[in-house]
Nanobody, 117 residues
Framework: QVQLVESGGGLVQPGGSLRLSCAAS????????MGWYRQAPGDQRELVAS???????NYADSVKGRFTISRDNAKNTVYLQMNSLKPEDTAVYYC???????????WGQGTQVTVSS
């Protein structure tokens, strides 16, 4: 089992920046990918950004050019740098890790990001 602990959410004005962090611990022997999802009230959870073990990244169209995902392999930590934030970025952001030969998934507890003036 893999546990994820997220941090870095909060309230920010439009145009501002935040950085989310997600540290993985537990039975980590093979991480296939780590990523961030978000869910706004009344909406489905959606992929924001992900990074595979080979370093390849994938971003939602709505965040391309504004958000950057990165990873510190030594710390088993993934980051999401969010710049030029918009009110529509307001959501609970969840960290996800896909691991093991069978592709199991673990989720963080979620961190609230609110973009408002």
């Amino acid at each position: 089992q893999v546990q994820l602990v997220e941090s870095g959410g909060g309230l920010v004005q439009p145009g501002g920046s935040l950085r989310l962090s997600c540290a993985a611990s537990g039975n980590i022997f093979r991480i296939n990918a780590m990523g961030w999802y978000r869910q706004a009230p009344g909406d489905q959870r959606e992929l924001v950004a992900s990074m595979r073990s080979d370093g390849r990244t994938n971003y939602a169209d709505s965040v391309k050019g504004r958000f950057t995902i990165s990873r510190d392999n030594a710390k088993n930590t993934v980051y999401l740098q969010m710049n030029s934030l918009k009110p529509e970025d307001t959501a609970v952001y969840y960290c996800n890790v896909n691991y093991g030969w069978s592709g199991s998934n673990s989720w963080g507890q979620g961190t609230q990001v609110t973009v408002s003036s």
